[in-house]
């Protein structure tokens, strides 16, 4: 009985492994995305919309499931003395054996200018 036990534990500890890990992989890989693109962009002169593109196409190239309106940029004041706030909630619907789940992420960063 001990043993038939221990294999069903391993069994469902590797199957939510294999379901949960790739969506908090996928979302670490964004967070760092959207932070480096804040980064960079504080002190350049892209629009908050080619920001916005940006942003989307990574979401797309790691199966993000968020909409282009659901990315949020705001810049405020300018080069160099200003900011850049990158905001993209999402959503991943997990269908678990037996079990719904909906993982909610917030994925925002800010970065301020270096005279700010």
């Known amino acids: 009985m001990k043993l038939f036990f221990g294999i069903t534990v391993i069994v469902v500890s590797l199957y939510l492994c294999v ?5 908090y992989y996928a ?4 967070e760092d995305e ?3 693109e804040a980064l960079m962009t504080t002190n350049g002169s892209e629009s908050e919309s080619t920001i ?9 190239q790691l199966e993000i499931p968020i909409t282009k309106d659901a990315i949020k ?3 405020i004041g300018t080069m160099g003395t200003g900011s850049v706030t990158i905001e993209a909630p999402y959503t991943v619907h997990l269908d ?3 079990y719904t789940m909906d993982l909610n992420f ?5 970065n301020k200018g270096a005279f700010q």
Not at 19 to 23: A, D, F, K, S, T
Not at 27 to 30: I, K, R, S, V
């Open 19 to 23: 379901e949960l890990v790739p969506p």
């Open 27 to 30: 979302n670490y890989q964004f």
């Open 34 to 36: 959207i932070k480096t």
């Open 52 to 60: 916005q593109d940006y942003v989307y196409k990574k979401a797309v």
């Open 73 to 75: 940029v705001h810049r």
């Open 96 to 98: 678990l054996v037996g």
């Open 106 to 110: 917030n994925t925002a960063t800010t």
